[in-house]
């Protein structure tokens, strides 16, 4: 389903995710700089489908993982993706979306739900599990995350609305299997999530 051509990195010159900002400050008497970038905060949604006991997730194409992927030397301008295919982009992820409109987080997270999963839930729905800080070096932007049970009686019938991603469901073994790679292609909070699932939700 994912095809990836005419590559090409540059610098960004139009900033509109992402702020570069330097902080210039003293601390401990001590004058220091730090570069960052401000982002958007955001909400990550663990989803668990009781009625066949699978967690869902999105897989979807992420540039910052693919260029990461590739040699620092190769990095510039066109790149080769004979060489460098898609598939070291490729993360599974929560469903999660920026916080970009002035609604509560329940709300966002249930249309995020609707349109990258294809269920529909209300508010009342979500469970709170933690707010956290993401990536504290460069970004330590604010999530929230929350834990979300649906059924499949809760599922659409319409066409997904998001069309570069594609949802995936795991049975908790599967679930199990893929947080045990060595090398495993996606986000801590994922990761947590799920331990958090295994400790809180299912003690079977
Ligand atoms: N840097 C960028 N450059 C260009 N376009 C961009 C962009 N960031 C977002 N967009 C555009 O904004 C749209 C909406 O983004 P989403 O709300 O779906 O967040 P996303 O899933 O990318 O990240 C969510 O999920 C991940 C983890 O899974 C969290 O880290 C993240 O904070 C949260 O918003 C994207 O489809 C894209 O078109």
Not at 25 to 34: D, E, S
Not at 41 to 62: D, G, H, P, W
Not at 119 to 124: I, Q, R
Not at 173 to 200: M, Y
Request: charged content about 25%; glycine content about 2%.
């Amino acid at each position: 389903m994912y095809k990836l051509s005419n590559v090409i990195v540059k610098p960004l010159q139009n900033f509109k995710y992402v702020k570069p900002v330097v902080m210039e400050y003293v601390l401990n008497g001590k004058r220091k700089t730090w570069n960052m970038l401000a982002v958007h905060k955001a909400v990550c949604i663990l989803l668990y489908n009781s009625t066949r006991e699978v967690m869902i997730f999105v897989k979807q194409f992420r540039p910052a993982v693919y260029i990461n992927k590739i040699p620092e030397g190769d990095r510039v301008g066109v790149i080769d993706t004979e060489k460098y295919p898609i598939n070291l982009g490729i993360t599974i992820e929560l469903c999660a979306g920026i916080v970009d409109k002035n609604v509560s987080l329940q709300q966002l997270a249930v249309e995020e739900i609707e349109e990258e999963c294809n269920y529909k839930v209300s508010p009342n729905k979500l469970e709170k599990i933690i707010t956290y800080r993401s990536e504290v070096t460069k970004l330590g932007s604010v999530q929230h995350l929350f834990y979300c049970e649906v059924t499949d009686e809760m599922k659409l019938n319409s066409a997904p609305q998001e069309e570069d991603l594609e949802v995936v469901e795991m049975s908790l073994s599967e679930v199990k299997e893929f947080i045990s790679q060595r090398d495993c292609c996606t986000t801590p909070i994922l990761l947590f999530s799920v331990i958090w699932f295994f400790n809180n939700k299912y003690k079977k």
